[in-house]
């Protein structure tokens, strides 16, 4: 195998600095749901984070998401009450000793974000048979994830809080927002500045899931087989060195050269 002996000799890669802020937005982008301001987002940061989430990937360049801007505070109320029902019916799912812990979570920032985004699919927009979903029908559904993550790794590099709610009854959510049958709502989004962005995810610090250790989810060959393997021992414990680092220090900008 060979092996790129000098990589800022390579025109492709990007220079540390560059990539430094490419890392520094993967690590430092959190969902967010208790920390929205209510200042105004100016057309242009708008339109750059937009615009970067339509740059996203698709199956068959099919690019099948749509973007419903809301700003009304009567669509946000509309949006917010069916949140509150499914919340509460979802508090009934978990075993009783998690209930009251899920309860106290803020999970939702739908009225004091200034811009909310529901980001949808439209299945029939590239016809019947496109060019790599033909044995995958669900890839539409996945480019337009694509795009939802381009759209949040834009919003924190512009310094925008960018949440996810997803506890919502989808049927309900088209009905209010007039969404088409074929079209799927893939993301609700509250989107907004910030007072401040947390170092982990607030699920990690409430104690209700651990980050997991890159050597669990790290498999060789084939699913489940470890990383037993001489030849990865190397690749397994880099990763692990720069994981103890973010679980300890944070994002410490260190992350292009390590
Ligand atoms: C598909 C998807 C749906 C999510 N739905 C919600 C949600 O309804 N409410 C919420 O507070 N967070 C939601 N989240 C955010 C996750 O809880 C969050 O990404 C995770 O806890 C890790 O935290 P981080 O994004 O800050 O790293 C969702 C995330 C994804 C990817």
Known sequence: MEHAQNLSADPHCFDTAEREAFYKTVFTRRDVRGQFLSTEIPDDVLSRVLLASHYAPSVGFMQPWNFVVIRSQD?????????????????????????????????????????????????????????GRT???????????????????????EGLGFGWVSILDHRKLKQVLNIPSHVVPVAYICLGYVSKFHDRPELQTAGWRPRLPVQDILNFESYGAGAEALENHQLVENMQTRQKQLEEEGYQGSFAST
């Open 75 to 131: 669509t946000k109320q509309k949006v917010h009450s069916l949140f509150q029902t499914a919340h509460q019916e979802a508090a009934e799912m978990f075993e009783e000793k998690r209930r009251d812990t899920y309860r106290n979570l803020k999970l939702e920032g739908i009225l004091e974000a200034p811009v909310n985004i529901c980001l949808t699919c439209d299945k029939q927009r590239a016809g019947p048979v496109v060019i």
């Open 135 to 157: 044995h995958a029908p669900e890839m539409d559904l996945y480019s337009s994830v694509c795009a939802v993550q381009n759209l949040w790794l834009a919003a924190r590099s």
